[in-house]
């Protein structure tokens, strides 16, 4: 098991190393409003920027640029910022944070807000340290905080909140056919903050469009992906039966088949490179394997496993993307009938032209849970067909029996197709 575990860290390790960030087309605004075309070096912040790192060709050589040097900056049809320099209170919501001051205390900062929603009321976020704070304004009024303070009572022991935002979102957006009643509820979550101005953008224009639309990943199915994997399997069964004292154990390599549905959850940041998976899957195969010239074991051998794991997906163009992923798993071994693992064991009915005895064994005791890991490289065509070769190595002991030992290695070749 420990050779698995190295492998496991090996694998992240590698992983991490080719977490490639992509220098994609964008534009830069500076100081004196001239618009450059160029290519911004793509790196997934999970944090907003103070700096970008761009070239104004494929060729050319690597600049940074400061905040203090531009007014905005955009990937294009991905995601946009502004440079704004005003008040921000930075109260955090984590229990360990929080303090009885209930009242936000304003700084005055220079920092990029990422453009959410734009239009007749604009909605703008800054992030850092896996907090969001929300901006906006209205009729081209100058962007202001939008507030909500987690605060501990004054005998600290319970915590309390002040929804400030809904109170200013109700004074600034009034339009007759929003129900303003829905502010009592509304969240400080990007996706309910995201819809509100939307709705109040169409309220006020029924012909209204966000440009961000494509951009945004404010929907929870975005990130949900559910991939069907049939595929093929070449199995090396290694195994020793105790109850009869063979010299060296048994071996069968065997196709069979496997099929599994994965619902792969994006991370939403590290430009969306890395995704967890979680696949259910079932394989089966029958074996037929040799001890020794006079001795073989024949079955069937079925594991309905579980396993889940770590994606990283390098996309090569808009069409093709390449991937790299490692799981553990669990799995219960299964026969058709659902007792056991079925295995017989027969020795020669025949020697030196006298028929002997007939020695036959099942055994089909309780099941037990089985660990695997698995190491994967594929390809994927247009964010909807893909094929893998998987390597999967199942711990030593398959059947776990008190008269079986083996171990169980296997190469998968699987087709996947993407639902959604």
Same mark, same amino acid.
């Not at 065997?254 to 430009?271: C, K, L, Q």
């Not at 030196?352 to 005791?365: H, K």
């Given at each position: ?95 360990? &944070? ?8 304003? %700084? ?23 907090? %969001? ?58 996706? &309910? ?28 199915? &975005? ?198």
């Amino acid at each position: 098991m420990k050779k698995k575990y190295f492998a496991f860290v090996f694998l992240l390790s590698f992983i991490y190393a080719n977490s490639q960030s992509k220098f994609e087309k964008g534009y830069i605004i500076d100081n004196k409003n001239k618009k450059t075309e160029c290519l911004i070096l793509n790196q997934g912040w999970s944090d907003t920027p103070y700096e970008i790192i761009y070239k104004s060709s494929e060729g050319a050589t690597e600049k940074t640029l400061s905040i203090d040097d531009m007014k905005e900056f955009s990937l294009i049809g991905q995601s946009k910022f502004i440079r704004y320099t005003g008040k921000i209170e930075r109260s955090k919501k984590e229990i360990d &944070d929080l303090t009885t001051e209930n009242k936000p205390k304003f %700084n005055v900062e220079t920092i990029f807000l990422e453009e959410v929603i734009s239009g007749t009321a604009s909605l703008y976020v800054y992030r850092f340290e896996e907090i %969001n704070k929300f901006f906006f304004s209205a009729f081209e009024t100058p962007i202001e905080p939008l507030v909500k303070i987690t605060y501990l009572n004054t005998s600290r022991t319970t915590y309390k909140e002040n929804n400030m935002y809904r109170q200013q979102l109700f004074n600034s957006l009034k339009c007759d056919d929003l129900k303003t009643n829905r502010l009592e509820w509304l969240k400080y979550e990007s996706k &309910d903050l995201a819809k509100y101005f939307e709705k109040y953008n169409v309220c006020i224009n029924p012909d209204y469009v966000n440009e961000n639309e494509n951009h945004m990943k404010t929907k929870f199915m &975005d990130y949900i992906h559910l991939n069907i994997l049939p595929g093929v399997t070449y199995n090396q069964l290694r195994l020793q039966n105790l109850r009869y004292n063979f010299n060296d154990a048994g071996t069968a390599n065997e196709f069979g088949y496997r099929i599994g549905a994965e619902i792969e959850a994006v991370i939403p940041y590290f430009n969306y490179s890395y995704s967890v998976i979680l696949e259910p899957k079932y394989s089966s195969f029958s074996y037929k394997g040799y001890f020794d010239e006079a001795s073989y074991f024949s079955g069937t051998y079925s594991i309905f496993e579980v396993s889940i794991g770590l994606r990283y997906k390098y996309r090569a163009n808009e069409k093709s993307a390449f991937f790299i992923n490692g799981n553990y798993g669990f799995g219960f071994p299964s026969t058709q009938n659902s007792d056991g693992v079925s295995t017989k064991l027969y020795r020669d009915s025949f020697f030196n032209g006298v028929r002997t005895e007939n020695l036959q064994y099942t055994d089909n005791e309780h099941k037990t849970a089985l660990g695997s890991f698995e190491i994967g490289l594929g390809y994927k065509f247009k964010e909807k067909y893909s094929i893998e070769l998987r390597f999967t190595a199942v711990e030593t002991d398959v059947l776990n029996r008190n008269l079986w030992t083996g171990s169980l290695a296997r190469q998968n070749l699987i087709f996947g197709y993407t639902l959604f």
